[in-house]
């Protein structure tokens, strides 16, 4: 794509079509695969690295049973440079996971999603972020002893997942840690139905997923 749209992609705009490296089969996927085949749920991650999103796809994948059951696919993309990806899936399997790797953002700024710039003290959400708005963020998971800090957080969840940085999550630090993220339901059509992202809410929806009541009613209507 010559231009990308500046906000995220919304119900009744058609996305738009990309083509990815697929990481759990060979060859490649795009979004135009599925047209007028079947409906699919489009999700848009950051690396591997952030064990906030492997936790996301970890909860969209227990979704593809009852996803399929209404005839809903599911595609989850990931900035991961594709053999570390396929290195991470090997040992950490996900049943029926069908999944490309993006590490080139190309995905999340087609569909509209803002890799936040980080400054000093100006925020201006969803494109900047200033750095005392974000050491004020904290994340309250169950698996946090307490709410932490964004980056205390991070680092606790991944020594628990006993989760080791490489060269190639460093390199996705660098370029995309900060890339917001979310999921899009498209028809058979290639038309967008419903969309979960972390823009939505002022940063109030950083780290979340839907909830599965939500995405299944949502695969209801199609």
Not at 9 to 14: C, E, H, I, S, T
Request: proline share 8%.
């Amino acid at each position: 794509m010559d231009h990308y749209p500046e906000t995220p992609l919304k119900p009744g705009d058609r996305a738009p079509d990309v083509v990815l490296d697929a990481i759990t089969r060979n060859g490649k996927i795009a979004i135009r695969d599925f047209r007028g085949q079947k409906p699919v749920l489009v999700g848009l991650f950051r690396g591997l690295q952030c064990p906030f999103c492997r936790r996301q796809i970890a909860a969209m994948s227990q979704l593809e049973g009852p996803l399929h059951e209404k005839g809903v696919e599911s595609l989850t993309v990931v900035n991961t440079p594709i053999e570390r990806a396929r290195l991470y899936f090997r040992y950490h399997p996900l049943p029926n996971l069908l999944a490309a790797s993006d590490p080139d953002r190309i995905s999340h700024r087609a569909f509209g999603l803002p890799n936040i710039e980080f400054t000093e003290s100006e925020t201006v959400w969803p494109y900047k972020i200033g750095a005392d708005k974000f050491m004020e963020m904290k994340i309250d998971l169950p698996e946090l002893p307490q709410p932490m800090g964004i980056e205390s957080a991070s680092d606790y969840l991944n020594k628990a997942d006993d989760y080791e940085i490489t060269e190639e999550d460093e390199w996705v630090i660098q370029t995309a840690n900060s890339q917001l993220v979310g999921e899009f339901l498209v028809d058979r059509d290639g038309v967008i139905r419903w969309c979960f992202t972390e823009v939505e809410g002022g940063g109030s929806k950083l780290f979340t997923h839907p909830t599965t009541s939500e995405l299944m009613s949502a695969a209801s209507q199609l």
